[in-house]
């Protein structure tokens, strides 16, 4: 079965005899590594029950627009912002006609307003209705935009009729919405990435760190092995589980960080940096852990190695892409660095920003290069990677 791992999927259900496949997709989708949240119409709901979709993804169904206890948990905005993906299965000719005219006037439709992410149908409907001028109108119309048509297939139909109009089949589906992440711009290449924090110990208890998840840098590492390259990911200590299909470094300080670094720098292709490495450690560190006997403690601190700047210099070097987190003059502080540190490309966030950031699961970032700048507005940490892969890939392989 294709893979999935760490996709958010919403699975929108509209009203048609298909929808009692949709019960199985969860359970494909999930099968398939994929965490997975519903979204029923009225009409959906007369075909099967909102607890079913409940009881098999092991969340609550969304199934009304202005519901206060919805709004309070997981808004429809932010459902919006979770999806890796919108799936419509089964997606009949009303609901490719509402979205076709842009309406909002469900939960369902107002999502896929709202969304950065890729929206895909999986159309289900008499093979008259398929055959229709207006459905052949707004299949055209919905191409064109960018929409991914799964099927129909061919075949008998619960009205009768054989035909086109038939949903595919879940495993189908799942193989169809896996290949959407499955991009190969990278195929062929060796990608190595820094990610989370490194911590400087003072003594064998305590320690210099920050606010690093690991988040932004473990999201582009399972972006750029979708985009099918050979990926490393060396990593500081975090809370987060490797992703599948790369190869993992453990570190914990900077020192050790640059050793990985520049080990593995001279064979790759693409280098990016998006560690929050810690700028100074303690220039000694107590062999026993230190009472507390004082009223204060100095500490003496020296700097510590920049990897980034160190790749960057290297003869024959990688593309090199950094990131500037910026609590003040973002664009300026971000264009500084991009010179001063020899870099291809720095992607800037501005880490003052609310909602954004360090140990947020959204972010949003301008990539800086020498020639221009492109903003690229919130969303999850997991499309942003994609869209910041697909940005590099274009300017690697234009190198």
């Known amino acids: 079965m294709s893979s999935l791992a760490n996709k958010h999927i919403l699975l929108g259900v509209t009203g048609g005899i298909a929808a009692y496949k949709s019960a199985d997709l969860v359970r494909r989708l999930q099968d398939a590594g994929a965490s997975v949240r519903v979204v029923m119409t009225a009409a959906a709901q007369e075909f099967i029950t909102p607890l079913t979709m409940q009881a098999l993804s092991g969340h609550p169904v969304h199934t009304t627009l202005l519901d206060p206890k919805a709004e309070a948990g997981m808004g429809h905005i932010q459902l919006a912002r979770w999806a890796d993906l919108i799936l419509v299965a089964p997606a009949t000719a009303d609901f490719m ?122 999201a582009l590492a399972q972006a750029a092995v979708e985009a099918g390259a050979h990926t490393v990911l060396i990593s500081g200590p975090t809370q987060l589980a490797a992703p599948e299909r790369l190869e993992f470094v453990s570190v914990t300080t900077a020192e050790e960080m640059l050793h990985a670094a520049m080990d593995q720098a001279a064979s790759c292709d693409l280098f990016i940096a998006a560690a929050a490495v810690a700028d100074y450690r303690p220039a000694q560190v107590a062999a026993q852990k230190i009472k507390k006997t004082d009223e204060t403690l100095t500490l003496a601190l020296v700097k510590n190695p920049d990897i980034v700047a160190s790749v960057a210099a290297l003869k024959s070097k990688p593309m090199v892409v950094g990131f500037a987190a910026e609590s003040e003059n973002l664009i300026a502080h971000a264009q500084q660095k991009l010179l001063r540190k020899n870099l291809d490309l720095i992607i800037a966030n501005d880490i003052s920003a609310e909602g954004i950031g360090f140990n947020s699961d959204n972010n949003a970032v301008t990539v800086i290069d020498k020639e221009q700048l492109v903003s690229i507005s919130p969303r999850s940490k997991q499309q942003l990677a994609r869209e910041l892969i697909r940005l590099i890939a274009e300017k690697l392989n234009k190198q």
């Open 97 to 218: 006609a509402r979205i076709v005219q842009g309406q909002g006037d469900d939960l369902l439709t107002t999502l896929c307003l709202a969304t950065n992410a890729p929206i895909a149908l999986a159309p289900a409907m008499n093979q008259g209705m398929w055959h229709n001028a207006s459905t052949q109108t707004n299949l055209v119309t919905l191409h064109a935009r960018k929409v991914h048509i799964f099927g129909p297939a061919d075949g008998g139909q619960a009205c009768g009729d054989i035909g086109p109009g038939r949903m595919l089949e879940p495993l189908q589906l799942v193989d169809a919405a896996a290949g959407l992440f499955q991009t190969g711009v990278l195929a062929g290449k060796k990608v190595v990435i820094t990610a989370g924090p490194t911590r400087e110990a003072i003594d064998p208890v305590r320690y210099i760190s920050n606010h690093s998840s690991g988040k932004m840098g473990y």
